[in-house]
């Protein structure tokens, strides 16, 4: 079963066309882990995907809400989006948790305000995710009094609370201290067990290899090829992955 | 300085403290409310009503505070609208202050990271409702610091009205020094009072502003 479809998707900011006519089709419970160089499109992509950036042409589909880029900007169109929003979890690079709230109730927010469920049960729904996230013991915790591991594991909680049928991964890991990446990664690689649909961009080879089904690799606004993380990482057929994964690897083994 | 006289007039100073009290907090009610529309308006650049809220702007922080007042009082009445002094006192006043907290309004929600408006739109909340719901509450307490500073001006400039025959703080000391001729004693003393009353909210407003930075607290 289709769960996201990608239709000759553009994007340009001006003249800089970033993306240039992506196809992509994912199922669900797929994992898709997208890599490429810096600047070449990924968080574009993503963000489109979420209509955090216009599309400039093509369609976006998830689950049953498509969405035409360049469509009139009309009420039907943005509660359209509004619901296929409702139905992707965003995790960003830079967490984003709101930091007036602490992490319980930054997960509450979401159940409360989309959802308009009773304070009482969100906090029933938000306890269950933070322990699920490893976090049962810092619900009282304001985001500054948290380590970014931390952070982005409530974020990845803050998204599970209003049971998205999609998970959007922009370099969760990025901004991370080395040590504590693997915690959000095991999280991550959970919710693939759990036979969440999601689509990860990261630069974490060995992540990829574990949970990825398919690995796509961007560069300038395309996909230059994709396959499995085995396919692309041993027999990468083009020049431009190859490069790319020399200078990843030669980083890894440093 | 005769302590009598300043026994004598002080009922009729803080009588008169009331009013000053009453401008400041009525019109910074007034105020927060024009300054917030303005800001939303300027900030989501809304046709029309942007270019007059820009030209609103530029017109309250380019003129004297005291043309303002004038212009409301002694002006307005030409074309038939006729405020008593205490309406267009307060009308000049949080007209005024509505400008600049406009200015603090727009640059407190300005300043919260874009990515919280993200994080909010990606759940699927409605503009409002992420203004609401998150950018407010962060941008107030941004704002907290100029909105107290805008407060205590407001204050200050309340005595302005004083020229219009409000019976405030500084107009009471006037009539008084008409009578008593100790001008000396009796500005020393409303001066004094205006020390009390805006060292007292500076106080106040400073405790909001610790109080509402708790959660960035390490
Ligand atoms: N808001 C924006 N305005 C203008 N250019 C942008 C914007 N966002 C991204 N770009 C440009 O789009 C290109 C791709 O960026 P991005 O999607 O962030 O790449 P990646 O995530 O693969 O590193 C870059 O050249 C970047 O400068
Ligand atoms: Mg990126």
């Known amino acids: ?254 | 300085m005769d302590v009598t006289i300043i026994i004598d007039s002080l009922p009729s100073l803080l009588k008169a403290t009331l009013m000053t009290i009453f401008l400041a907090a009525i019109s910074i009610l007034i105020a927060l409310v024009i300054g917030f529309f303005t800001a939303i308006i300027r900030i989501l650049k809304v046709k029309v009503l942007n270019e007059i809220a820009n030209t609103y702007v530029s017109l309250m922080r380019g003129t004297p505070l005291l043309v303002q007042i004038f212009v409301i009082y002694y002006g307005l009445p030409q074309i038939g609208i006729s405020l008593d002094p205490i309406s267009s006192g307060v009308l000049a006043l949080s007209l005024n202050a509505g400008a600049y907290l406009s200015e603090s309004f727009r640059a407190s929600i300005l300043a919260v990271d874009n990515g919280q408006m993200e994080a909010s739109m990606s759940m699927g909340m409605t503009y409002p409702q992420a203004l609401k719901r998150i950018i407010l509450p962060q941008s107030l307490r941004i704002a907290i610091p100029t909105l107290s500073n805008s407060f205590i001006v407001l204050i200050k400039d309340t005595s302005l009205v004083s020229v219009i025959t409000v019976t405030e703080l500084l107009q009471m000391s006037s009539l008084i020094i008409a009578k008593t001729f100790e001008p000396l004693t009796i500005y020393l003393v409303a001066a004094a009072i205006y020390w009390i009353l805006i060292s007292f909210f500076t106080k106040l407003l400073d405790k909001l502003e610790v109080q509402s930075s708790k959660y960035l607290v390490r």
């Open chain 1, 1 to 254: 079963m289709t769960m996201i479809q990608i239709e000759h998707l553009k994007k340009a900011f001006g003249d800089n066309e970033v993306l240039k006519g992506i196809d992509l089709t994912i199922d669900k419970s797929e994992v898709v882990v997208i890599m490429g160089p810096s600047g070449s499109g990924k968080s574009t992509l993503l963000r489109c995907l979420n209509f955090l950036e216009e599309p400039t042409d093509g369609i976006i589909q998830i689950g049953e809400y498509q969405v035409h880029a360049g469509g009139k900007i009309d009420r039907h169109r943005k509660k359209v989006i509004r619901e296929l929003r409702k139905k992707t979890g965003f995790v960003f690079q830079s967490f984003n948790l709101f930091p007036h709230k602490t992490a319980i109730e930054n997960v509450m927010e979401g159940p409360i305000a989309i959802h308009g469920t009773k304070t009482e049960e969100a906090r029933t729904i938000a306890e269950a995710l933070l322990v699920k996230v490893g976090l049962g013991d810092r619900c009282d915790h304001f985001p500054a009094q948290l380590s970014g591991g931390q952070q982005q594991r409530v974020a990845i909680a803050r998204s599970l609370a209003l049971n998205p049928l999609v998970m959007l991964f922009d370099e969760p890991t990025s901004a991370l201290d080395p040590e504590l990446v693997r915690e959000v990664l095991l999280v991550i690689k959970s919710l693939a067990e759990e036979g969440m649909t999601m689509v990860i961009v990261t630069h974490e080879m060995n992540f990829a290899k574990e949970v990825a089904d398919r690995v796509v690799f961007m560069d300038e606004g395309i996909i230059v090829e994709q396959g499995t993380s085995k396919d692309i990482f041993l027999n990468p057929k083009e020049e431009r992955t190859k490069q790319f994964l020399y200078k990843v690897e030669a980083v890894v083994t440093e």
